[in-house]
């Protein structure tokens, strides 16, 4: 495998670097590295197909092309390949351009990389976007660092500030190299985990008992993984594990203690998916508030309501409360509705004509049918209430029963069938026979007649 350059020392090495691009040939360096970057980009762009087919959310392909991983490796592997056929084939070419690129390509790699995963495991994490720009930041400064050879006197200064931790001597230089190593490993384990939970997760939408069995595989891996991935980060930074004893023993008391909710969730979280009384697109109600089922985490349940409000609902919660679940054994809700006719209507004849009249709605089922049936003689006219079927009650139910309302309408206008409103007869007392009042009331009146 090609070495990275070996860094110039200063100010000698870097003055001819800096010599060495000041000649024609850096002209040829630069036209190949051109050809390379545009190979590179046809080769992820002929990969990753168009762009309405692509996924956005790929670590290697990103939204756009330059955004994924694939691009900087791919334009780094060609790069070294040309600055290894001109230094044995063209030797009189000194690859000065490619001394600086090389590094570049490195770097965008490692920050591509970095940001692609963060993104992908915490896609919603205001953390992660300080974490992204911190990287980036570093990674050019190790870059400029590099290619002034001002690196590995830097180096050499941190090895130099040392200090005892019980028997061992650690250095600055050692700590940075721990803490770049468990970043690496850490980034590492979350790639992984992104990816195998995108390929659980993948081919399973809309199906709400796989989609819950993959999530909860998904859930259980990304702890695992990370897991495993935090005891080798603290490996990699020189860590002794069996000094951990104490502290898991510690954190253990602190979970029974203090996060006994937090442990309940997460413990809540994996029952429901395990049990799959709830799973991903069910119709429920939990503390008077309806909706669908639209994420099932570790910790708590997304349910979004039809009007768009979503609520964010503890497992716990689910667990120990009773939940209205309207889509557990069977998907198909009843809905009633009320309509009254006047008295003196054809009931043998217009019954039948308005449940072909609901059974023409779109949304209600065929079995079981609707029916319509005389259920009260009421003060204004005969109550008949209609049973219909839904099945696809997450589309609303409201919605269901006015297209039901305006299919009765609808039939009983076609039919001449009166629907009779509230009438009602006053009884008062006879009015009064007015005598003339006398005169001395005439006086006194306010307004006295007119002679």
């Known amino acids: 495998m090609t070495s990275l350059p070996r860094p110039a020392t200063v100010p000698e090495d870097f003055g001819a670097l800096v010599a060495a691009l000041t000649q024609r040939t850096v002209l040829i360096e630069a036209a190949l590295l051109a050809a390379g ?11 990753r197909g168009p762009a309405g087919r692509a996924e956005t959310t790929s670590i290697w392909f990103g939204i756009r092309i330059v955004d994924g991983v694939l691009f900087p490796v791919l334009a780094l592997g060609l790069a070294l390949l040309t600055r290894w056929l001109l230094r044995h084939y063209v030797p009189a070419v000194p690859v000065a351009l490619f ?11 490692v920050i591509r990389l970095t940001v692609q ?37 830097l180096l050499t200064e941190l090895d130099a500030i040392t200090w005892k931790v019980g028997s061992t001597s650690i250095s600055v230089r050692n700590l940075i190299e721990g803490v770049i190593a468990a970043a690496a490993v850490l980034v590492g384990v979350l790639w992984l985990s992104a990816a ?37 980060a603290l490996s990699a930074a020189g860590i002794d594990l ?42 429920v109600r939990v503390d008077n508030f309806e909706g669908r089922i639209t994420d099932i985490t570790t910790r708590y349940t997304v349910i979004r309501a039809l009007n768009g409000r979503e609520s964010i609902v503890p497992n716990e919660m689910m667990i120990v409360q009773r939940v209205e679940n309207n889509s557990l054994a069977d998907p198909r809700v009843a809905l009633t509705t009320v309509v009254q006719v006047a008295y003196g209507s054809d009931l043998p004849r217009l019954i039948p004509l308005l449940t072909d009249a609901v059974r023409q709605v779109p ?6 049918g609707p029916a319509v049936l005389l259920t009260a003689f009421a003060a204004d006219g005969l109550e008949l209430t209609v049973n219909f079927w839904i099945a696809d009650s997450e589309n609303g139910a409201v919605n269901a029963r006015s297209a039901v309302n305006l299919a009765l309408l609808a039939a009983l206008q076609r039919e001449g069938v009166e629907i009779p409103f509230p009438q009602r007869v006053l009884h008062g007392p006879a009015p009064a026979t007015l005598v ?13 007649s007119t002679p």
């Open 363 to 368: 949304r209600v089922i065929a079995d079981p």
């Open 436 to 448: 003339p009042p006398l005169n001395g009331d005439a006086a006194r009146s306010p307004h006295p």
């Open 117 to 153: 995963v963060l993104h992908s495991a915490f896609p919603s994490s205001q953390l992660m976007r300080v974490v992204e720009r911190s990287v980036s930041w570093l990674a050019w400064i190790a870059v400029v660092l590099w290619i002034t050879g001002l690196l590995p006197l």
């Open 99 to 109: 001394k600086l690129v090389v590094p570049m390509l490195v770097s965008l790699a």
């Open 242 to 283: 069996t000094a951990l004893g104490v502290l898991g023993g510690a954190v253990g008391v602190g979970i029974g203690l203090g996060l006994q909710k937090l442990a309940a969730n997460y413990v809540s979280g994996f029952v429901i998916l395990a049990e799959r009384s709830m799973r991903i697109g069910d119709m």
């Open 196 to 232: 195998i939970e995108s390929r659980l997760l993948k081919g399973a939408q809309g199906a709400g008992e796989s989609l819950s069995l993959r999530k909860m595989g998904a859930n259980a891996v990304r702890a695992l993984l990370l897991f495993v991935g935090l005891m080798l």
């Open 37 to 47: 970057l545009l190979l590179a980009f046809g080769i992820v762009r002929a990969i």
